[in-house]
């Protein structure tokens, strides 16, 4: 089967720092080549997958993120590129609406963000001729009235993640924060918790927007110190260092998070995950098994106190059985082929 993948034009694919989106796509494309398929990933020309690869765009628009101009211009290219394919699956927002232009194409796409009110009302707008992936059931239930075609969760290649003994550095033991520098995401809810569990915590996030920062300076600096360092954004070698080495990922969430990729990057490890059960948390955590789903922060507190009797390997083979990547693509190729007919 010709398979083109497109991904947003924001970062490159695979992503050298934070990008969840691009993590998947990667992984993706990846499986797919590896299964046999003839694959073509639509990126920007700074990409490094090994895949065949098509771009317009020289360079990931990062600066530029959700604006309407290079993302109509990545689209345009993208599917003047491969509209003799048998099928793509699109992972922009804009794409899915220029696929009316090809009207024989099939075409799929994936909901990564949450359904809000107003990414709601595209997909409805767009689900006649395009059908829609959710990616947690957790994401589906927040818009019931879309008929969404299948539930796929994320997988990983387990493969590529040093399996750790969550030992730490050479300052001692540590748990992680890994993700967006943003209050939804609880930077500060986890240094309170690691600091009241007697935990150095170590901080790796993305924070290039404003109002990142502003979170930062407002709630999350006034925390550190020496057991509560901030490391900045941190590359993909570097933040398979921390995964490994740490005693927990803490996942503090108060939000519906569609999925969470880093939970899968901490599981790949072998280090268990800390989350209160909010969005996806539940379908990704076995609690008791890969981590404990906390009520609150009082719980996470005691949890982390009883972290050692979690089994770092039970957390390692939930990546390489389930939230594999060969699993994730198995069933993408089996709504592939739905779509175009059969295989």
């Known amino acids: 089967m010709r398979i083109a993948l497109i991904a947003p034009?924001?970062?490159?694919?695979?992503?050298?720092?934070?990008?969840?989106?691009e993590l998947v796509v990667d992984q993706l494309a990846r499986g797919l080549l590896a299964a046999g398929q003839d694959v073509t990933l639509c990126t920007t020309g700074d990409s490094s997958c090994p895949v065949p690869r098509h771009w317009t765009l020289p360079h990931a628009e990062g600066v530029r993120i959700g604006m309407a101009v290079p993302e109509?211009?990545?689209?345009?290219?993208?599917?003047?590129?491969?509209?003799?394919?048998?099928?793509?699956?699109?992972?922009?927002?804009m794409g899915p609406f220029y696929a009316e232009r090809y009207p024989?194409?099939?075409?799929?796409?994936?909901?990564?963000?949450?359904?809000?009110?107003?990414l709601s009302d595209l997909y409805a707008a767009m689900s006649p001729r395009v059908p829609i992936i959710a990616i947690s059931q957790s994401q589906r239930s927040e818009a019931p009235q879309l008929p969404i075609a299948r539930v796929i969760h994320h997988g990983?290649?387990?493969?590529?993640?040093?399996?750790?003994?969550?030992?730490?550095?050479?300052?001692?033991?540590?748990?992680?924060?890994?993700?967006?520098?943003?209050?939804d995401k609880g930077a500060h809810?986890?240094?309170?918790?690691?600091?009241?569990?007697?935990?150095?915590?170590?901080?790796a996030a993305k924070m290039r927007e404003p109002w990142e920062q502003d979170y930062f300076d407002a709630e999350v600096a006034p925390l550190l110190g020496t057991d509560a360092v901030y490391l900045g954004e941190v590359d993909h070698t570097r933040k398979l260092e921390l995964l490994a080495g740490a005693a927990a990922l803490l996942f503090p969430i108060r939000w519906k998070e569609?999925?969470?990729?880093?939970?899968?990057?901490?599981?790949?490890?072998?280090?268990?995950?800390?989350a209160f059960p909010e969005g996806a948390a539940p379908e990704v955590v076995d609690d008791g098994?890969?981590?404990?789903?906390?009520?609150?922060?009082?719980?996470?507190?005691?949890?982390?106190?009883?972290?050692?009797?979690?089994?770092?390997?039970?957390?390692?083979?939930?990546?390489?059985?389930?939230f594999s990547t060969s699993r994730m693509v198995a069933e993408h190729l089996e709504f592939y082929e739905e779509l175009v007919g059969g295989p």
């Open 72 to 93: 109509l211009r990545h689209v345009i290219g993208a599917y003047d590129a491969v509209s003799d394919h048998d099928i793509v699956h699109d992972h922009t927002v």
């Open 289 to 322: 098994v890969t981590g404990v789903l906390c009520a609150d922060e009082a719980a996470m507190v005691d949890a982390l106190g009883r972290i050692g009797d979690l089994d770092r390997a039970k957390c390692r083979a939930a990546v390489e059985g389930y």
């Open 104 to 118: 024989a194409l099939a075409v799929c796409t994936t909901v990564h963000g949450p359904l809000n009110e107003e």
């Open 156 to 183: 990983l290649e387990s493969a590529d993640f040093p399996v750790g003994n969550g030992a730490g550095d050479a300052v001692g033991p540590y748990v992680l924060f890994l993700g967006r520098m943003s209050a």
């Open 9 to 21: 034009p924001w970062t490159p694919i695979p992503p050298p720092l934070y990008g969840g989106i």
């Open 189 to 203: 809810r986890a240094i309170a918790v690691a600091r009241a569990a007697g935990y150095r915590i170590l901080l």
């Open 258 to 274: 569609p999925f969470g990729m880093v939970m899968l990057e901490a599981m790949a490890c072998g280090t268990p995950v800390l």
